[in-house]
């Protein structure tokens, strides 16, 4: 489950990437997908314009709508990949004590700034979309290789 705020931007861009990447690797019965943000804003609706963009731009197909992050995410998937501090704090808060879900950081697997937040594009223009793409896209190609290690799948 990747996390951001609205679920508009960010975790469904990585969704998608990373769905892709799933796909493409075989894994597909093996790794379950989805996002959601850890607010209210947006449930319901589809992505960003702008996130639908970058990724028809990079061949990623997008089929998504946005919903909240609730207790049980906590328990029926093994992790929560947010996308920044803030819904790191934000999600922990909505935690209950059964859960079972480890919390990453996404950009804790990005080689080129390990641990730095996945910066909203939302107030940006769509330079920023493409800067947000290339992050999440090299995050999610190593968070790949570290499920497929330590879950010991076929693939990559």
């Known amino acids: 489950m990747f996390v951001c705020l609205g679920n508009i931007c960010r975790s469904p861009l990585a969704e998608a990437v990373f769905a892709q990447q799933v796909l493409a690797q075989g894994l597909e019965k093996q790794i379950y997908v989805e996002s ?18 970058v990724a028809k731009k990079h061949s990623v197909p ?37 859960a079972s879900a480890q919390m990453l950081k996404l950009r804790d697997f990005d080689v080129l700034n390990k641990g730095a937040d996945v910066i909203d594009p939302w107030f940006g223009n769509e330079d920023g979309f493409e800067e947000c793409y290339q992050v999440v896209k090299r995050s999610c190609e190593e968070f790949l290789h570290f499920l497929v290690n330590k879950h010991n799948l076929g693939g990559v």
């Open 36 to 53: 959601c943000g850890t607010a209210a804003y947006h449930i319901g609706e589809n992505p960003d314009p702008r996130t639908i963009k």
């Open 62 to 98: 997008v089929n998504h709508k946005a919903q909240q992050l609730i207790t049980q995410h906590f328990v029926s998937f093994d992790y929560l990949v947010v996308m920044d501090e803030s819904n790191a704090q934000n999600a922990n808060e909505l935690r209950p004590t059964n």
